[in-house]
């Protein structure tokens, strides 16, 4: 079954930046769009960023011009790179599918950003 692991959090800065990754197992990655989504505590799970299989992107208002969501088909592996972050941003990060067809969720990884 596909396997999703997420990495890269941490705790930074207001204005710092981050990087995240996702190793995604199986033989589907390259024909599938993958995303990025982000859960605060008491909150709904919502959709950060999406990359479909041709590179296309669309990201969330609160995040776009500041994140920005790539994909390493060889690497089965999607990044997110996330600039001039605020306290707002702070949530645990999930990947999954781009689709409604999504895999079984990964641990998360946390992001917290705090003056």
């Known amino acids: 079954q596909v396997q999703l692991v997420e990495s890269g959090g941490g705790l930074v800065q207001p204005g710092g930046s981050l990087r995240l990754s996702c190793a995604v197992s199986g033989s589907v990655f390259s024909i599938n769009a993958m995303a990025w989504f982000r859960q605060a505590p008491g909150k709904q799970r919502d959709l950060v960023a999406v990359?479909?299989?041709?590179?296309?992107?669309t990201y969330v208002n609160s995040v776009h011009g500041r994140f920005t969501i790539s994909r390493d088909n060889a690497k089965n592996t999607v990044y997110l790179q996330m600039n001039r972050l605020k306290p707002e941003d702070t949530a645990v990060y999930y990947c999954n599918s781009g689709s409604r067809h999504f895999f079984s969720w990964g641990q998360g990884t946390q992001v917290t950003v705090s003056s």
């Open positions: 990359i479909g299989s041709d590179n296309s992107t």
